[in-house]
């Protein structure tokens, strides 16, 4: 069987990410073992290999986590939680995305920017159909944790069918990943996938 390994230790997201994909596309089929130095990087790694549809093991060595990827002639069918790649444009309508940098709207007073955001996401919760994903980025990041004052709405649309995403580097810098509350956890491999895939994206700064 042929294994590839791949040292990631050190590299900031997404990297590490980018560095497997590179590797699983160069073996038709065999092993691609990760090495990487911090939980961020594990879990990006490992949701990436997963939702790609290949199995995945994880083990811890020495203060790193070695990921062990095994990729077949074809992967194996990806899990029903897994992260679907947007289906190219035939007519229907494009996917909606929503892209959160702040967790504010607008530029002025942050007691009106509170206000404002309030209303955005009361309003984007009763949208039918409501928006197709959410990503979240930077402080924007507050809004999917405890005590966010849009976390009732986020739920609703999450229920409705919403992809709610928050970027793992921004949490882990805030030091809130512990306090998420809705949605998932991403990377900034799948929000750059995601912006510059087909869907109307708008932006919430």
């Known amino acids: 069987m042929v294994k590839k390994e791949v040292d990631c230790r050190g590299l900031a997201c997404p990297q590490p990410v980018i560095n497997t994909k590179k590797a699983l596309e160069e073996i038709a089929a065999g092993q691609v073992i990760v090495t990487v130095d911090n939980p961020v990087a594990r879990e990006n790694v490992t949701m990436f290999a997963r939702n ?13 986590f070695v990921i062990t990827i095994t990729k077949g002639e074809a992967p194996e069918k990806a899990p029903d939680n897994a992260v679907k790649p947007v ?18 709207l607008g530029q002025g ?15 984007l919760a009763e949208t039918d159909p409501p928006p197709d994903k959410l990503i979240f980025l930077n402080t924007g990041v507050f809004l ?3 005590n966010s004052p849009v ?11 919403t992809d709610i ?18 949605g998932r956890i991403s990377n900034m491999y799948e929000i750059n996938e995601a912006l510059r895939g087909p869907g109307k994206v708008i932006t919430v700064p």
């Open 52 to 64: 790609a549809g290949y199995p995945v093991q994880v083990a811890e060595k020495e203060g790193n």
């Open 87 to 104: 289906a190219q444009s035939t007519g229907e309508a494009r996917p909606l995305i929503y892209f959160f940098t702040s967790n504010l």
């Open 109 to 123: 007073a942050p007691e009106l920017g509170m206000t404002l955001l309030k209303s955005l996401c009361a309003t």
């Open 144 to 146: 999917t944790c405890t």
């Open 151 to 161: 976390l009732q709405h986020l739920k609703k649309m999450a229920e409705r069918g």
């Open 165 to 182: 995403i928050s970027c793992g580097t921004c949490l882990e810098y805030y030091r809130i990943k512990d306090s998420l509350q809705v």
